[in-house]
């Protein structure tokens, strides 16, 4: 979806892009950005993320929804708030993520998630959250600031800030304060990105752009002519990427560009399960699925099939084709399989979490040709 803005917004979100880094960097992330349209109305919604260690809010505001009805806002698929519209569809919804892990939903950091708005019966709006640049929605407002851990580094500290406009505006600058003397390079996602020697009180400074409109910065040198200060242009997308600062190769600083906010992102691991019903027409197999939160707070399902004809399913949830099982032969035309569904896939063997899953939600085994395309089992996540 695409929106006006007002001049005067977009004029202090630029102040706000060219500002210097201030020394001392603490750890903040603010994400403004349009959710997008699912629904065959004019829906519309606006997310605010701002996070800061002690204080992490989540604003959403609807409107044009179904009106004096009950919403469910959902993060990866776990609840995080319900709400009621107004008379005339609006809704604004303020979360206290740090008040979000009692109950059935657990704290969680909304960066990388995908978060929705559902009516009761279908997903109206959705936006990923400081996701891949892909995945971004119309016109993101993003500020990411965070220290870097010292490495081998006995003096001084390193910061890094990333900035994105909604007029496609983007800069990454790195900081280095009270350094040792010496020549340091800047690597991001294992690409040296600029060199810079600190002067005499250890400061140095690194600032890579991209200004639509307004040209981009002196690519590949420092066009100020100091040795500690580098200008360039930002070459790729560096959010959630490692920032590494090294001294004649051994790294000094490093870190995620992702501020750190304790508190979020930790859950105490749970899972519940439900056994899936057979459909009366079938005379083997069984089956159950697992519902679970890790301690990272990514959602996995987990379905254990056994006792089944040989061959290929498909895997429905919410009503919605998520894709295709294959049970293997094990003998006499019947096999079984153990499928874990992750939203973030790190194990051996791990599949991406299918859009839809979360509890409450229908779940079913159906047949695939030539099998047939009958429902074999169903159920309700727990």
Same mark, same amino acid.
């Given at each position: 979806?695409?929106?006006?803005?007002?001049?005067?917004?977009?004029?202090?979100?630029?102040?706000?892009? $060219?500002?210097?880094?201030?020394?001392?960097?603490?750890?903040?992330?603010?994400?403004?950005?349009?959710?997008?349209?699912?629904?065959?109305?004019?829906?519309?919604?606006?997310?605010?993320?701002?996070?800061?260690?002690?204080?992490?809010?989540?604003?959403?505001?609807?409107?044009?929804?179904?009106?004096?009805?009950?919403?469910?806002?959902?993060?990866?698929?776990?609840?995080?708030?319900?709400?009621?519209?107004?008379?005339?569809?609006?809704?604004?919804?303020?979360?206290?993520?740090?008040?979000?892990?009692?109950?059935?939903?657990?704290?969680?950091?909304?960066?990388?998630?995908?978060?929705?708005?559902? *009516?009761?019966?279908?997903?109206?709006?959705?936006?990923?959250?400081?996701?891949?640049?892909?995945?971004?929605?119309?016109?993101?407002?993003?500020?990411?600031?965070?220290? $870097?851990?010292?490495?081998?580094?006995?003096?001084?500290?390193? *910061?890094?800030?990333?900035?994105?406009?909604?007029?496609?505006?983007?800069?990454?600058?790195?900081?280095?304060?009270?350094?040792?003397?010496?020549?340091?390079?800047?690597?991001?996602?294992?690409?040296?990105?600029?060199?810079?020697?600190?002067?005499?009180?250890?400061?140095?400074?690194?600032?890579?752009?991209?200004?639509?409109?307004?040209?981009?910065?002196?690519?590949?040198?420092? +066009?100020?002519?100091?040795?500690?200060?580098?200008?360039?242009?930002?070459?790729?997308?560096?959010?959630?990427?490692?920032?590494?600062?090294?001294?004649?190769?051994?790294?000094?600083?490093?870190?995620?560009?992702?501020?750190?906010?304790?508190?979020?992102?930790?859950?105490?691991?749970?899972?519940?399960?439900?056994?899936?019903?057979?459909?009366?027409?079938?005379?083997? +197999?069984?089956?159950?699925?697992?519902?679970?939160?890790?301690?990272?707070?990514?959602?996995?399902?987990?379905?254990?099939?056994?006792?089944?004809?040989?061959?290929?399913?498909? $895997?429905?949830?919410?009503?919605?084709?998520?894709? *295709?099982?294959?049970?293997?032969?094990?003998?006499?035309?019947?096999?079984?399989?153990?499928?874990?569904?992750?939203?973030?896939?790190?194990?051996?063997?791990?599949?991406?979490?299918?859009?839809?899953?979360?509890?409450?939600?229908?779940?079913?085994?159906?047949?695939?040709?030539?099998?047939?395309?009958?429902?074999?089992?169903?159920?309700?996540?727990?």
């Amino acid at each position: 979806m695409h929106y006006q803005l007002k001049r005067a917004l977009v004029a202090s979100l630029a102040a706000a892009l $060219l500002a210097p880094l201030a020394a001392g960097a603490r750890e903040e992330s603010k994400i403004r950005l349009f959710m997008e349209k699912l629904g065959g109305g004019n829906e519309k919604g606006m997310l605010r993320s701002e996070l800061a260690p002690g204080s992490a809010q989540l604003r959403v505001h609807v409107s044009h929804l179904m009106p004096n009805l009950e919403h469910i806002l959902s993060g990866d698929g776990v609840e995080v708030a319900r709400f009621t519209t107004n008379a005339a569809g609006n809704a604004e919804v303020r979360i206290d993520l740090f008040a979000t892990g009692g109950g059935t939903t657990p704290t969680f950091d909304p960066r990388g998630k995908f978060l929705t708005v559902n *009516d009761g019966t279908n997903d109206v709006l959705a936006a990923w959250v400081y996701a891949d640049p892909q995945d971004d929605p119309a016109r993101p407002r993003i500020k990411e600031l965070t220290a $870097l851990a010292a490495d081998a580094a006995t003096l001084g500290t390193a *910061d890094a800030r990333y900035d994105a406009l909604p007029s496609g505006g983007a800069r990454l600058a790195i900081a280095l304060h009270g350094v040792a003397a010496g020549d340091y390079d800047v690597i991001v996602d294992g690409t040296t990105v600029a060199s810079v020697t600190p002067n005499a009180s250890g400061f140095a400074a690194v600032d890579l752009r991209v200004r639509p409109g307004g040209g981009n910065g002196n690519a590949g040198g420092n +066009g100020n002519g100091h040795a500690h200060k580098h200008k360039g242009t930002l070459a790729g997308n560096p959010r959630n990427k490692l920032i590494e600062v090294a001294l004649t190769g051994v790294t000094q600083f490093s870190g995620p560009l992702l501020a750190q906010i304790p508190g979020l992102g930790v859950c105490t691991a749970s899972s519940a399960l439900a056994n899936l019903t057979p459909d009366p027409a079938q005379t083997s +197999g069984t089956g159950s699925a697992t519902l679970g939160v890790e301690t990272s707070c990514d959602l996995q399902l987990t379905l254990a099939l056994t006792g089944l004809a040989a061959g290929d399913y498909d $895997l429905v949830v919410a009503g919605v084709d998520a894709g *295709d099982l294959t049970i293997a032969d094990a003998g006499a035309g019947t096999g079984s399989a153990s499928l874990v569904y992750d939203e973030t896939p790190d194990a051996p063997g791990e599949l991406a979490m299918p859009l839809g899953v979360s509890a409450g939600a229908a779940i079913a085994i159906q047949e695939k040709m030539p099998l047939g395309t009958d429902v074999v089992m169903s159920g309700t996540l727990p």
